[in-house]
């Protein structure tokens, strides 16, 4: 199991981030060369099945156990009117994911992932960003560690939810603070917020990056003063499983939110990541493009819970299905291509 010791044990494992295996990489490269088909013709489903032999060092990647956790949280900024619903809701929602009631859970049903949530001192709201830090360094490095202990090491594929009034908010004051532009610019309508809230969140935003700009010098930091306990939670279970090499599912725009202060530090970080899909929040598809990663899926989703990750399972189920089961042109006798 990972657990960060401190704010430098988080930093010196982003600065050592493990690559993949080349040699299960290239072999499968190389298979997918040999299956009973024209190079290239399963498009993304090549390129995934590669990235999956890679990051689980395995030249036939499986994908029996796929992981999927629901962090959640409340937030101090949610008292400036940013958010359409009361910030009750983060735990009457975390009730009904516990009672299977949620989108997610009938999601992972349907995607075959094993799902556990994890609700985090819901009656403590973090600090107002626009005000003061969101958490202290030990609230912060506790987040990073509930994260990171909630990853299964066996897990095959990984994909991490939350759920969080207000939460939109300090994911648009993290993209903001990794890779500039205006508040306005990372800032929509979350949970269906009018215009006036989104004005408000603007202004919160704004407020916030004034304060804390100057000292967001680091990832820990910028997390610390404008994150929130399931973002950091996230950013600890996404940053586990690359230094468990297992791969992972991105959902929406706050858990890609989540890692950008890590992008930002590290710019390899995303490499052990596939964007799931592109949410209908304002700010995704423009974080994605900071990544550098195409989404599987634009459905315009943007309920967050890794209802967007659980989706796309069906769609790496399919590329390993294909790579693992498909017979080579001499094993079917099928002339290859000249
Ligand atoms: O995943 C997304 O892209 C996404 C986009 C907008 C809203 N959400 C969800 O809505 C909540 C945050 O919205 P808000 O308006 O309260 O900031 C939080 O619980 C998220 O899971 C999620
Ligand atoms: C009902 C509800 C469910 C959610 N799931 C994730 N964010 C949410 C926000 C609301 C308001």
Excluded: Y
């Amino acid at each position: 199991m990972i657990r960060f010791t401190g704010r430098a044990a988080f930093t010196a494992a982003l600065s050592a981030l493990p690559e993949p295996g080349a040699a299960a990489t290239a072999l499968a490269r190389t298979r997918q060369a040999e299956l009973t088909k024209p190079a290239g013709s399963l498009g993304r489903l090549e390129d995934i099945a590669v990235f999956m032999a890679g990051w689980q060092d395995a030249p036939r990647p499986r994908i029996d156990k796929v992981q999927a956790v629901v962090f959640a949280g409340n937030h101090g900024v949610a008292a400036q009117g940013v958010s359409a619903f009361p910030v009750e809701v983060t735990a009457q929602m975390v009730a009904n994911f516990q009672a299977g009631g949620a989108a997610i859970n009938a999601l992972c049903r349907a995607a075959g992932a094993d799902l556990s949530v994890v609700p985090l001192d819901l009656d403590r709201p973090t600090g107002d960003i626009s005000r003061e830090a969101a958490m202290s360094e030990a609230e912060c490095l506790a987040a990073l560690n509930a994260g990171a202990a909630a990853v299964n090491p066996d897990a095959h594929l990984l994909f991490v939810g939350e759920m969080g009034i207000g939460n939109t908010t300090p994911a648009s004051a993290l993209c903001a603070a990794a890779f500039g532009g205006e508040a306005a610019l990372w800032c929509g309508k979350g949970s269906g917020v009018d215009s006036e809230g989104v004005a408000r969140k603007v202004r919160a935003v704004e407020r916030a990056l004034i304060l804390h700009l100057p000292d967001c010098n680091d990832a820990f930091e910028t997390l610390r003063r404008l994150g929130g306990r399931e973002i950091a939670a996230m950013a600890g279970a996404i940053l586990a499983a690359r230094m468990l090499r297992i791969p992972v599912l991105l959902d929406g725009f706050i858990a890609c939110a989540s890692i950008a202060p890590l992008v930002n530090e590290a710019p390899g970080f995303t490499d052990h990541c596939l964007a799931a899909h592109c949410s209908a929040e304002a700010g995704h598809v423009r974080l994605l493009g900071h990544f550098g990663l195409e989404p599987l899926l634009q459905l315009g989703m943007r309920l967050g819970e890794g209802s967007g990750a659980a989706t796309a399972v069906p769609i790496v189920r399919a590329a390993l299905a294909a790579h693992n089961e498909m017979a080579t042109f001499a094993e079917a006798a099928v002339a290859s291509g000249v």
